[in-house]
Nanobody
Framework: QVQLVESGGGLVQTGGSLRLSCAAS????????MGWYRQAPGKQRELVAS???????NYVDSVKGRFTVSRDNAKNTVYLEMNSLKPEDTAVYYC?????????WGQGTQVTVSA
């Protein structure tokens, strides 16, 4: 069973930065893709950034130029570097991994950006 554990969330002021980490229990090479999603109160979960096994990345328009998704294969960890944070980035951030037709999810980490 794949396990994903997020860390790095917290409270930050507008304009600040955070780096989220997602540590996988197995090799991230086994995943077709990994992604970061977020869900704000009263809103649907949305894809923030994704990274395929081939290294392609994709971002939602609202975070382009501010967020960067990357991976460390040796550590089986995927990161989300978040800069120039805005109050509208406040949400629970989830790590997800696709393995074939199956998806695995982390427990989520709260990111709160104060005005």
């Amino acid at each position: 069973q794949v396990q994903l554990v997020e860390s790095g969330g917290g409270l930050v002021q507008t304009g600040g930065s955070l780096r989220l980490s997602c540590a996988a229990s197995g090799s991230i090479f086994s995943f077709n893709a990994m992604g970061w999603y977020r869900q704000a109160p009263g809103k649907q979960r949305e894809l923030v950034a994704s990274l395929t096994s081939g290294g392609s990345t994709n971002y939602v328009d609202s975070v382009k130029g501010r967020f960067t998704v990357s991976r460390d294969n040796a550590k089986n960890t995927v990161y989300l570097e978040m800069n120039s944070l805005k109050p509208e980035d406040t949400a629970v951030y989830y790590c997800a991994a696709q393995q074939g037709i199956r998806w695995f999810w982390g427990q989520g980490t709260q990111v709160t950006v104060s005005a």
